[in-house]
């Protein structure tokens, strides 16, 4: 059987855990700090990627433009 203090340190490193682990996925799902962090890497290639962005959305603009009944 476990004593008050054992659970509490249990408890403890739980919380601990937890705190890692939603520390690690903040970091995966933070979008603006992941394009900055690419972008002090390699400023050609996102801004390359953000022009290939643009281009996409403006030819399905004028795909759905031209096809319109």
Known sequence: MTTV???RASAA???RELA???DALE???NVP???GAAYRRNPLL??????????AAAGLIVWAAATRD
Request: glycine share 12%.
């Open 5 to 7: 203090e054992e659970a």
């Open 46 to 55: 996102v801004v390359g990627i953000g022009v290939g962005i643009v281009a």
């Open 13 to 15: 490193q739980a919380r």
């Open 20 to 22: 890692a682990t939603l």
């Open 33 to 35: 700090r992941r394009v």
């Open 27 to 29: 970091d995966k799902l």
